[in-house]
């Protein structure tokens, strides 16, 4: 069966936005770019052996949640040296953590339910194809990481 795929660069027009805000909740505005081009190259690759084209968003975010959860596997493993250990700061202090860092905080599947939900506006049903869970997955993934989120502000 041959499918009809639209030209990479025309999917690329249409979902790099989306694709670029869901990866700056997920790993950060410094590591958005890096990430963004990881999943920019392996969709790429993979294009021209995807046989259903029906949701090519869904296929690009789910590069982008594998791409980010990668980031954060990486992440862990680095040591990042400081002069000195910072406090926690409070949202809403002169200093304060910004809500998305908090967000990321969160655990991984938590955390990917929460951007989906409110930074691309996903429904529940496309969250959970997105990570592979059932749509009551999703939504209690997005419930536990807003009450987290509810306990530490």
């Given amino acids: ?29 410094r590591d958005a770019d890096d990430c963004f ?14 046989r259903d084209a029906t949701n090519l968003r869904g296929w690009m975010l789910t590069i982008a949640h594998s791409k980010a959860v990668d980031e954060h596997r990486a992440r862990a493993r680095r040591a990042v040296p400081v002069e000195r250990v910072p406090e926690r700061a409070v949202p809403g202090s002169n200093d304060g953590v910004a809500l ?3 967000v990321r905080d969160l655990p991984p599947k938590q955390r990917a339910s929460v951007v989906h939900r409110y930074a691309n506006e996903l429904p529940y049903r496309e969250i959970a194809r997105i990570l592979d869970v059932s749509e009551a997955a999703a939504r209690q993934n997005v419930r536990e990481g807003l009450k987290k989120l509810k306990e530490w502000v």
Wanted: charged letters at 20%.
């Fill in 1 to 29: 069966m041959d499918v009809r795929l639209p030209p990479f660069q025309t999917l690329l027009r249409d979902h790099a936005e989306e694709v670029y805000r869901f990866l700056a909740g997920m790993v950060g505005p």
């Fill in 37 to 50: 081009q990881e999943t920019v190259l392996a969709a790429l690759r993979a294009y021209p052996g995807l």
């Fill in 100 to 102: 998305w860092d908090l």
